[in-house]
């Protein structure tokens, strides 16, 4: 090649590699963070995949085989009744990722949303001014107080939506700009995926008033609190959403029944959530100054929904993670900047740990299992029959359906206890404990009952009303399936 006269040969740049090394050596400690929780979590693959997978992975496939559901189809006592799956687009995903990779391959989707949304609060964090020391604690501290994060389920895409619409916020309410506005469409793909959405929306429109006290700010901040309400329509439900919001927000009939629905009460399971929680006030109320106008309205919030209900405090330690390294920075301010030697061992320390832990999670996701089996489900279904009902527990009344899709609309019921109205959800508190009359009547025309032997007192209970001349055909870890003869006279099951 020729070169021009006159003109000096281009250098090579070395800006990525350079990147690299001080992305290292300044959040070598926050990335070690994120890579402990991938190793952390993918040793216990099976604490991951719950009810709600399977709910996810059954529902999705009805969705790809018949379109969008606005009836049951899929248990006996709600047969027909109104449904709305708000949810259709996350089922949906996750059913193609199974259908390809099997649940293995969704338990990393999984682990890929929560690592996702961990590095985009910590990226806001930083962004927003926060200094490295007090990033990586935030990140510990995130999954430690709500350990739900990394379950399975559709609520997994919501938690990176939540740190991109949030990160979006707070990044614009520092330097302003039209970046703000992919919130919007961030929201309408959120509206598809997970009920959470409006938290979100309420956050995008909280913001949009506070920038209505600006004049210079007022035509953006009205498009942001018109249009985000209006996100959690844009769904191929429509209007009908509506009601489903009413319903899930406002009077959910099965909150006292379920605990992650239930107001945060102290016990060791959330000592670390009040604990949290508890810091973070304090600091607020002494450094509030440190955070933007909007997180001095938003952090009350998403901690009062914490309080409220126990399944919204993943949201309160997503957005702790973006406000608590600069309330830190602010009631113990650096000294000056790190040495050399720390920087170099902050980098270190990244790499080695992220390979580390990559390693270890590679080789636990390698050797995970479903403890419930195929055989299991086909065992079952061979006992119902042709026309058999089966009555499950409800942790493995959509596993049984996923495996098993014969079973559709002879399983009693499942985790959708939204279609419960609340008198039938105390029968069926009352049917689940043994202690009410509709037990005797329900398990009588059901040909197999599953039931948790965890309970010792409530197995042998259950024992006791089973019909003469059943028998124990199945045993599981945790789980106990029992055939009797249905008695003749027995109808239809009414709760």
Not at 134 to 144: E, N, S
Request: hydrophobic share 55%.
């Amino acid at each position: 090649m020729i070169e021009r006269i006159g003109v000096a040969p281009r250098k090579r740049s070395w800006a990525a590699p350079a990147f690299a090394t001080r992305l290292l050596e300044r959040d070598g400690l926050a990335i070690a963070a994120v890579a402990f929780w991938v190793a952390a979590l993918s040793a216990r693959p099976l604490q991951m995949v719950v009810q709600d997978s399977w709910l996810s992975f059954v529902d999705g496939r009805l969705i790809a085989r018949h379109g969008l559901p606005h009836v049951d189809t899929l248990t006996s006592w709600t047969l027909g009744r109104h449904w709305i799956d708000q949810q259709w687009l996350a089922h949906l995903v996750l059913y193609e990722v199974v259908q390809r990779g099997g649940v293995r391959a969704a338990v990393v989707l999984g682990l890929v949303c929560v690592v996702a949304a961990l590095a985009v609060t910590a990226v806001c964090a930083r962004s927003a001014g926060a200094g490295p020391r007090w990033v990586a604690p935030a990140l510990l501290l995130g999954v430690l107080a709500a350990p739900w994060l990394a379950q399975l389920r559709a609520q997994s895409f919501a938690l990176v939506l939540f740190a991109a619409v949030y990160a979006l916020v707070v990044h614009d309410a520092r330097r302003p700009g039209r970046r703000v506005f992919w919130a919007l469409p961030l929201l309408v793909l959120w509206a598809n995926l997970h009920g959470s959405v409006a938290l979100g929306a309420g956050l995008t429109a909280l913001y949009g008033l506070l920038l209505c006290r600006r004049r210079d700010s007022r035509a953006r901040g009205l498009l942001l609190a018109l249009a985000s309400p209006l996100c959690l329509l844009a769904s191929p439900y429509g209007l009908q959403l509506v009601g489903y919001y009413r319903l899930m927000l406002l009077h959910p009939p099965f909150a006292k029944y379920i605990q992650e629905w239930q107001p945060a009460s102290f016990s060791a399971t959330n000592a670390i959530f009040f604990v949290s929680a508890f810091v973070v006030v304090a600091l607020w109320g002494a450094h509030r100054r440190a955070l933007t106008p909007f997180e001095r309205w938003a952090l009350p919030l998403v901690l009062t929904g914490a309080l409220l209900a126990v399944r919204n405090a993943v949201w309160f330690e997503l957005a702790a993670v973006v406000a608590l390294p600069r309330l830190l920075d602010a009631a113990l301010p650096a000294r000056g900047d790190l040495p050399p030697r720390a920087l170099r061992l902050n980098a270190r320390i990244g790499i080695v740990a992220t390979v580390v832990f990559v390693l270890v999670g590679g080789l636990e996701l390698g050797r995970f299992q479903p403890v419930a089996t195929p055989a299991a489900a086909a065992a079952i279904a061979r006992a119902a029959g042709d026309k058999g009902i089966v009555l499950p527990d409800d942790a493995y009344a959509d596993w049984l359906l996923w495996q098993q899709p014969s079973l559709a609309g002879r399983v009693a019921y499942d985790v959708r206890f939204e279609l419960f109205d609340p008198n039938e959800l105390t029968q069926l508190v009352g049917l689940d404990r043994g202690s009410d009359a509709a037990w005797r009547h329900c398990g009588a025309v059901a040909r197999v009952v599953m039931f948790p032997t965890s309970d010792a007192a409530h197995a042998a209970f259950r024992d006791h009303l089973l019909a003469p001349g059943s028998r124990t055909m199945l045993r599981l870890p945790g789980l106990v399936a029992v055939t009797q003869p249905v008695r003749a006279h027995a109808g239809a099951c009414t709760l």
